[in-house]
């Protein structure tokens, strides 16, 4: 039996896929073609379930009926003839009480609860996320991680509440109300006079309250992604916190997000309770109207015990129900404001984007040319100006130049993590606009300065260069970066050793030279024929870095190389050096060949090497 239920659950349970494999879309701005956007293709569930809501009204307000034909059949029938008589109806009375209402009750609660209340909000979890991990580093340096992630666990929320809300319990509440109208003014159409009066004054306090709740609800959204997002941020940054003492500073922080949230639950429940109020004072008045109408109506011999007791009956019903309804329109509007608000930062548009007919990049000999290449940051001036550079197939190229000149730009121009607004960047003759950004990548390794680890096992964090790598190609990689080792000592708190223990949020758990040699273990593992180096050894120590500096250059060979390091004798032995200054290359060549140019190398040189430039002390230094 229990295997039977499992099986019937399990049904309704995967008539939703939570996780659509086709690539998302932008979602649209307005509210409803936002929701639209979400449901369009689970409508025909959202319809069934709306139909049976009705279907369940229509249902609970025959039983009213049912409920009156039993007192008048109390009040006149005759015993002897009664079940003779009334045999019929009374069949159907028990086939709709024991049979029908119970049967579509069970089949709301199954489309209601198994298909819709987990899959839906989930779909839009997965559509959202998807799509904005394909928004560009500008959107993501421009916001809160916490709030983005906030805002799209409400949206999802929010989405579902207003759009069941609205196709369900509204209809619901819509058939129930015209259905308990039309059966008491079936009995008598006086007793429907006080039902007239309280829908409108229950409208005019909707009217009154809930704008007023939506307007509070989409502050409170707002103000709750805020703080949250500032939380996570000192949670996230929680090392530097502690290293500049500012635990007390942070609270402050932390406080005034929660004090701007508190600032609107406080109006938000000030609203809660002028509305019970209201609702009460209308709720009695309609009980009092009814029940001294129903007595004037019966003493005059025009209403029936049947409809005193149908009228008596709908309006209990009635009273409990509106406190529910009005508490459900609050909290539609309070969905509505959730997913107004993230729908500002889900539905907007990605700023860099593959071509339609975007193909796979293919690199066969690996050379990247730069032609009249000009970039800049929004509002920040130019970075980059009408640059022209080739790198040839196996070459091994160092960047240097003084803080903003321009280096990491480069390296993330040619990642296309932005769009460059003049020029094109080439690698083996193909515009990088017009492959894929996934293919582009893939074909490029990268080790930067500050290297962040995801919070998963080492293992994981090393096959993110290749994730069909066996364990044997992982513990390769990891000996090849001198990392072995240290992962081997490594235990979580949950008892887990080596490559299986877990390394911390963004690998807080290593030291920052253990974090960069398992991001060089992750690159000797992808081994991509393009290899950007960006102060790949800055957090390692002078004997670590001069071992893992002979590794890296066993991982140069027959790769395209772009290096960057304010440490220059690090990459004073590349092939060709290129000084950016500016936006612009000043300068270029061979180590030896730029310190006898006495030019910007020349003076970065120097400093570095103790001001001694002649090709005795370079050599010595070298």
């Not at 997965?126 to 993501?140: D, E, K, N, T, V």
């Amino acid at each position: 039996m229990s295997g039977l239920i499992d099986r019937i659950l399990s049904w309704f349970e995967n008539r939703i896929d939570p996780f659509p494999p086709q690539e998302p879309e932008q979602a649209p701005q307005g509210l409803l073609a936002f929701c639209w956007h979400y449901s369009k293709d689970i409508w025909p569930i959202l319809a069934i379930v709306s139909f049976l809501g009705a279907s369940v009204a229509m249902l609970e307000v025959t039983l009213f009926s049912y409920l009156g034909s039993i007192v008048d059949w109390l009040s006149t029938a005759d015993r002897a003839t009664f079940l003779e008589q009334e045999k019929g109806t009374l069949i159907m009375m028990g086939l709709v009480t024991l049979v029908l209402l119970p049967v579509v009750h069970v089949l709301w609660s199954l489309v209601f609860h198994q298909t819709i209340m987990g899959n839906y909000p989930m779909r839009i979890r997965w559509q959202a996320h998807r799509y904005l991990l394909g928004q560009s580093m500008h959107f993501y340096q421009d916001e809160f991680a916490g709030r983005v992630a906030t805002k799209v666990m409400q949206t999802a929320l929010g989405v579902r509440e207003a759009v069941t809300k609205v196709l369900d319990i509204f209809i619901y509440v819509i058939v129930y109300f015209i259905s308990a109208a039309v059966l008491v003014a079936s009995f008598d159409l006086l007793l429907l006079m006080p039902f007239i009066v309280w829908v409108v004054l229950y409208g005019f306090v909707m009217r009154y309250f809930l704008p007023r709740m939506a307007e509070v609800s989409k502050r409170q959204a707002d103000a709750r992604s805020m703080m949250t997002g500032r939380v996570v941020d000192s949670y996230t940054n929680i090392g530097t916190v502690k290293l500049f003492a500012h635990a007390g500073r942070e609270t402050s922080y932390a406080r005034e997000s929660m004090d701007d949230f508190l600032k609107t639950v406080h109006p938000q429940m000030r609203l809660s309770t002028g509305m019970n109020m209201s609702l009460d004072f209308l709720n009695n008045l309609l009980l009092f109207s009814v029940g001294a109408i129903a007595i004037w109506q019966w003493l005059d011999g025009s209403a029936t015990v049947a409809a005193v007791a149908v009228a008596a009956a709908v309006v209990t019903r009635l009273s409990g129900m509106s406190h529910w309804v009005l508490w459900e329109m609050a909290g539609l509007f309070e969905s509505i404001g959730m997913a107004i608000d993230g729908m500002n930062t889900i539905a907007q548009p990605r700023s860099v984007l593959d071509k339609p007919d975007a193909k796979a990049l293919t690199v066969k000999k690996g050379e990247v040319a730069f032609d009249e290449v000009s970039f800049e940051y929004d509002r920040h001036g130019r970075i980059i100006r009408d640059m022209n550079l080739t790198i040839a197939p196996g070459e091994k190229i160092g960047l240097i130049g003084r803080s903003g000149a321009g280096k990491s730009t480069l390296m993330n121009i040619m990642l296309r993590l932005y769009d460059i607004k003049g020029g094109t960047v080439q690698i083996d003759g193909q515009d990088i606009t017009g492959v894929t950004q996934e293919s582009l990548r893939a074909q490029i390794a990268v080790v930067t300065q500050d290297t962040s680890l995801l919070h998963r096992s080492v293992r994981e964090n090393i096959s993110y260069g290749r994730p069909d790598a066996t364990d044997e190609q992982v513990e390769a990689a990891a000996r090849k970066a001198n990392a072995h080792e240290f992962i081997m000592e490594l235990r979580d708190n949950d008892g887990r050793t080596g490559y299986d223990a877990q390394v911390g949020e963004r690998g807080v758990k290593l030291s920052g030279g253990q974090r960069q040699r398992v991001a060089i273990a992750r690159v000797f593992l992808k081994d991509a024929p393009i290899l950007i180096l960006d102060e790949a050894t800055s957090a390692l120590d002078s004997e670590v870095e001069a071992i893992i500096q002979e590794k890296l250059f066993e991982l140069m060979e027959g790769k395209t190389v772009l290096a960057i390091a304010h440490r220059l004798s690090t990459i004073a032995d590349m092939d060709r050096l290129i000084v950016l200054d500016g936006g612009q290359i000043v300068e270029q060549g061979t180590h030896d060949e730029l310190v006898k140019q006495k030019g910007l190398y020349a003076s970065l040189w120097s400093r570095q090497s103790g001001g001694f430039i002649d090709t005795e002390s370079i050599e010595t230094t070298k």
